[in-house]
DNA sequence: TGCACCAGCGCC
DNA sequence: AAACGGCGCTGATGCA
């Protein structure tokens, strides 16, 4: 039998927090009356109910009714933490509703993610509470209508139900999390309070309301400029489609139909897919842009990207401003995902339409060849780790060591070889792929010989690769599955090769950049910078111009200190800048 | 008509 | 034996 309180007087309210003020942390969850529920709108949707229980209570409190209730909660947050499934929501519509922003949270959804040892593997709170606890959640209530003015019982049962099973499942997800064996354990707010242990839980938890922040600020971005640009990319776009269309007759968009055109009526040469088929692929095609047909398909297809990203943008901007919704876990290795509109994928061209308003500046700051350094720091490369501590330029380097030149007299293409030999080869690549990836990728031409000879000089001289490599194939073939650990302790399960060795950089990556987040966070609490984008390995910041360089520092030092934390051998380096488009560097 | 899947391509 | 990985968005295609 589940007890609760349903509140709807002040006096009730402010006595409640009486019972519930012994405790250092409290379960949270809130519904919210939403007018259009594919589009949920965290600036003018309303929140119907906030409960809000500890082990013994459960208390529901009508926020249509009590509105004031805020001004009580807002000082009971400031140094207690709440336990909640997908707390981004929840945080967002508290700051948006009521200016009530807790900052210390555990989140049962990201718990769940990094425990997940496969992808399928779903993350909501029934799914979480049903793996851990065999009972069924009945969300059918979730989307009822939370406006009306007196609410079912049915209403009210189901409010009270998810923090009830939120205090089933919290203590098991932490021990779980705790249980694994991680470099060091963590320290700090979310250790004290919820007793977590695992650092990248510990990283996770404090990420969330950052993230909650980064959502609400959103990006800004020059909409004029915007609207102009898909004006002429559309009319553009529209003009060649047709010359095409009607010159050829054939879908410039069909896979099929253009290789069935190209290879039969023009006779070219195509490569094929995995699956077989012929591939129409820009990089297929390059080779033959001396050809019109060719040249106008390849023209078409990259307008109609530009068009497509553009109307995309626009779609989400209100007042200036375009509003991404980040998936914080967005991959295995702990990568975000951005989406509606996706801010981690603008091209170098049109990120100039990302404009700081007036009185504003951007700082746009990245790490430099992070993985590449993350990869030496892991496979605990002597030579690499030298390069790096030597301030050398690694793709030179590298050239310089396979064609046993002088490092002075490395040439561009050299250097630009190098680079694909670099990345491609760290991850396993194959002689045949690496032509294939340095011809798509960097442009250049390698025979499958010259990409042999590269391959096995990559691994005589980077040793500690090889060493590492051999060592991730035995273990596999020993089992089919094996566990892989970032820098800071982030686990997965893998049974690929490939994926056996992308994880660890890859998540390290992440790692770091989630840790710069927050250190960032914490620092820049007296001044007005907000983070409104982040790409992986880059933080663009928005803030006056008056704190710009103040700004620009406290980046810096976020960015440094959390390279230092996870890299002890090869020192880290980022680029930061106060700019005034995304664009601009 | 809707869904699942793939190809293609933008970013890191 | 061979393998670079991770995303999201659009539109074609095949199937129910």
């Known amino acids: 039998m589940m007890e609760y309180s349903y509140i709807f007087n002040l006096e009730q309210a402010v006595e409640s927090l009486e019972k519930l003020k012994k405790n250092r942390y409290l379960f949270l969850d809130t519904e919210v009356a939403v007018k259009n529920e594919k589009e949920i709108d965290f600036f003018t949707d309303k929140v119907r109910l906030i409960q809000l229980g500890d082990y013994e209570n459960i208390f529901i409190y009508d926020m249509f009714l009590i509105p004031e209730f805020a001004e009580y909660l807002r000082p009971f947050f400031r140094d207690r933490g709440i336990v909640g499934h997908n707390l981004k929501f929840d945080l967002k519509f508290l700051k948006t509703n009521f200016d009530v922003f807790p900052e210390i949270v555990f989140d049962t959804m990201i718990a769940s993610q990094l425990l997940s040892q496969n992808e399928n593997e779903k993350h909501s709170l029934q799914a979480v509470t049903y793996r851990i ?3 069924y959640l009945d969300k059918s209530q979730q989307t009822s209508a939370w406006g009306i003015k007196n609410l079912s019982q049915q209403q009210l049962d189901y409010a009270a139900r998810d923090v009830y099973v939120l205090r089933e499942i919290f203590p098991v997800l932490r021990d779980r999390l705790n249980k694994i064996n991680t470099p060091h354990r963590s320290t700090g707010k979310i250790k004290e309070i919820f007793g977590v242990e695992n650092p990248v839980a510990a990283v996770e938890m404090s990420f969330v309301p950052q993230l909650a922040k980064i959502e609400l600020t959103g990006m800004p971005v020059d909409e004029k400029a915007l609207k102009e640009m898909l004006r002429e990319a559309s009319s553009e776009y529209q003009r060649k489609y047709i010359e095409f269309v009607r010159s050829y007759g054939v879908d410039p968009f069909s896979p099929h139909k253009v290789t069935a055109w190209l290879s039969g009526k023009l006779g070219l040469q195509l490569p094929r897919t995995q699956k077989g088929s012929l591939s129409s692929q820009d990089s297929a095609l390059r080779k033959y842009t001396d050809r019109k047909e060719v040249s106008l398909l390849l023209q078409i297809r990259s307008l109609k990207k530009t068009v497509d990203k553009l109307k995309e943008l626009e779609s989400h901007t209100v007042g200036g401003r375009i509003y991404s919704q980040f998936r914080q876990i967005g991959a295995p290795t702990g990568r975000m995902a951005s989406s509606r509109p996706n801010l981690q994928n603008v091209t170098r061209e049109l990120r100039k339409l990302f404009r700081a308003p007036e009185g504003k500046k951007l700082i746009v700051a990245d790490y430099s060849q992070i993985e590449l350094r993350i990869a030496a720091e892991y496979v605990n490369d002597e030579t690499m780790i030298e390069a790096f501590r030597s301030g050398r330029d690694l793709h030179r380097f590298t050239a310089s060591l396979i064609l046993g030149k002088e490092y002075q007299e490395v040439t561009k293409e050299e250097r630009q070889m190098a680079k694909a030999i670099n990345f491609g080869l760290i991850y396993g690549i194959s002689p045949s792929s ?59 399960v893998v049974s690929r090769f490939t994926e056996a060795v992308n994880f660890p950089i890859q998540g390290t990556g992440s790692d770091l950049l989630k840790m710069a987040v927050v250190f960032f966070g914490k620092l820049s609490g007296d001044i007005n910078a907000s983070i409104v984008n982040l790409v992986h390995d880059e933080i663009i910041v928005e803030v006056s111009r008056e704190e710009a360089q103040k700004a620009v520092e406290i980046l810096k030092e976020s960015m440094a200190r959390s390279g230092k934390l996870l890299l002890k051998k090869v020192p880290v380096e980022f680029e930061a800048g106060i700019v005034d488009t995304w664009a601009d560097k």
């Open 434 to 492: 690496l032509m294939e990836y340095a011809r798509n990728n960097y442009g250049v031409d390698i025979s499958i010989e010259d990409a042999k000879r590269f391959h096995s000089r990559f691994f005589q001289v980077y040793s500690g690769f090889k060493k590492w490599h051999e060592q991730v194939k035995e273990k596999l073939r020993e089992r089919h599955t094996i566990e892989v650990y970032t820098l800071l302790g982030r686990r997965m």
């Open 133 to 135: 606890t065999d009972k």
